[in-house]
C-alpha cells in the first residue's frame, strides 16, 4: 500500500513537472497585467493606454531598455503609453526586497514587476533581444526584437520624445 502511495506520488510530481508552459503570446492576443505592480507596490493601471510594450528576460538587455528609458520623456510612462515588464520571479524574496526593489525605486520610472512568473510566461523572448511588443486596443499588434540600447531608443523615442535634458545634449 505504502509504495503505491510513493508510485502515485512520483508520478504526479512527474507529469507536473513536464507540463509544458504556455505558448507564446502572438498577433492579436489580448496583453492583462492585472496582477502586475510597479517598483512601489502599485497596481498595472495603464492596460487602456499601453502602445508599446518592453520585455527583457535577459540582464545586458534589462539594462538596455533601463538606460533608454531613462532618456525618454516621463509622461510617455506616467500615462502608460510606454509599459516596461520585468520578470522577477527566479530572483530570490529577500534579494528582491533588500537589494532589487530599492535600486530599481531610484530609476525614475515604473517598472512593472512579475513576481510569480504567470503575467510574463507567454510573453515572446529572443535570448539577448528586448521584446518590442507593439499593443493596439489591448492586443498584440506587432512584435519585434532589437538589441542595443541604441535600438530601444530607436523605438521609444518616436513614441515619447526626448527629455529636455537630452534635447539640450544635442544643440
Known sequence: M?????????LILGACASQPGPAPMRIGNEVAFEML??????????????????????????????????????DCYEQGRLVFVANVSGMPRLI???????????????????????????????????SVIHVEKGTIARIDYVRGMESVMNVIVPLCGLKAEQLALLF
Open 96 to 130: 528582491t526586497r533588500l537589494i532589487a526593489l530599492p535600486k530599481m525605486r531610484g530609476y525614475g520610472f515604473p517598472i512593472w514587476l512579475d513576481y510569480e512568473g504567470e503575467a510574463t510566461a507567454a510573453l515572446p523572448v529572443q535570448e539577448d533581444y528586448v
Open 2 to 10: 505504502r509504495l503505491s502511495i510513493v508510485l502515485f506520488v512520483f
Open 37 to 74: 505592480q510597479d517598483q512601489y507596490s502599485n497596481p498595472f493601471p495603464h492596460e487602456d493606454n499601453m502602445q508599446v510594450l518592453l520585455f527583457a528576460d535577459d540582464m545586458q538587455p534589462s539594462r538596455d531598455v533601463r538606460d533608454a528609458m531613462g532618456r525618454v520623456a516621463a
